[in-house]
């Protein structure tokens, strides 16, 4: 039974104690509004649909992410770009929210605001995923009772339209060359690249063990599979024209290095609008271009669905063309 009581400041505090069921308290401003509370939460209770939102209520998103940073990014390939959109969400207006409090309508402000501000959809997206995430997390593994996952009731930005741009073989042929003039491995990086479709990580990565005859063993990839990547031709080439390193590395070259330095290459080579991410693509699309199926390209490239795969292609038409006579 609920026992209802005035306190000295004038408010009424309702205290309610059931067998089977925790011990709740609130305080409210008038008597009707008290008995209104405890009424329900009673007859909940005796209809076995009373859920304990303490927690839920008591819990800020910035105290959830800092246990989400703590065991779930740690474990995540991406943790240290993940740590940066955790902080920002911590240290947002929104980060002081109780889990229970944070509404839909909460990110459909942030998302506009971010998305005014010029920031990319794509980077939009990602925030929210994370808070996806984290209330997924929250009720799944952490048992908070009382929530439901407010970004499921979002409207999310539309991405931004994919990428098409591949290189021409003029451009490939200026930008190896003026990476040749910026550092020794740049050129065999940007062919293998190409050769391969690899990521840039997943090159910076190949040790000498890796490389067995026809293939490339990769232990650690971005998706966590291992895979093993055959070398054409040019590919083995290039490999074996590189100098033997004493610590077993193929390349010396950190991954943020090759990003800067291909940027110098394209300048210097006048190409625009090319990111070395695009010679993943580029490599994708040959494959394809040679007649190779599409579990086939897959198991090159490690895409794990369909759908990513079509994104990373875009076929030359006169290439098409050319198959339709």
């Not at 902080?87 to 229970?100: C, E, I, L, N, P």
């Not at 971010?114 to 995430?133: C, F, P, Q, Y």
């Amino acid at each position: 039974m609920a026992t209802i009581e005035q306190r000295p400041n004038g408010t009424w505090r309702t205290k309610i104690r059931k067998k089977g069921y925790p011990s709740l308290s609130a305080s409210f401003d008038t008597k009707a509004e008290a008995q209104r509370w405890a009424s329900e939460i009673e007859g909940d209770m005796s209809r076995k649909r009373f859920v304990d939102t303490r927690e839920a209520d008591r819990t800020t998103v910035a105290e959830a992410l800092k246990r989400y940073e703590r065991e779930v990014s740690v474990n995540k390939k991406g943790a240290a770009q993940e740590k940066t959109r955790i902080k920002t969400w911590s240290d947002s207006k929104y980060g002081s929210k109780s889990m229970a409090e944070l509404k839909s309508s909460d990110l459909a402000e942030y998302r506009d605001a971010r998305l005014k501000e010029g920031i990319s959809t794509n980077t939009v997206r990602l925030a929210l995923a994370l808070i996806s995430h984290l209330y997924t997390v929250a009720i799944k593994d952490w048992g908070i009772e009382g929530l439901t996952n407010p970004v499921t009731k979002l409207r999310m930005p539309k991405g931004s339209r994919e990428r098409d741009r591949r290189p021409t073989s003029a451009e490939l042929k200026g930008i190896i060359k003026a990476a040749a003039g910026i550092h020794n491995e740049m050129p065999a990086i940007i062919e293998i690249a190409v050769e391969t479709a690899m990521r840039r990580g997943e090159l910076i990565q190949l040790r000498r063990e890796h490389i067995r005859g026809k293939h490339a063993l990769l232990e650690d990839t971005k998706n966590g599979s291992r895979r093993l990547v055959p070398l054409s031709i040019r590919a083995r080439e290039l490999l074996e024209s590189l100098p033997a390193r004493i610590d077993g590395a193929v390349f010396s070259l950190a991954p943020h290095s090759v990003t800067q330095y291909f940027v110098r290459s394209c300048k210097e080579a006048k190409v625009t609008d090319l990111h070395f991410h695009d010679l993943r693509h580029e490599g994708t699309s040959r494959l394809f271009e040679k007649g190779l199926s599409m579990m086939e390209v897959a198991s090159i490239t490690g895409h794990k669905t369909m759908s990513m795969l079509k994104r990373y292609t875009h076929l030359c038409p006169d290439s098409l063309a050319d198959k339709l006579g």
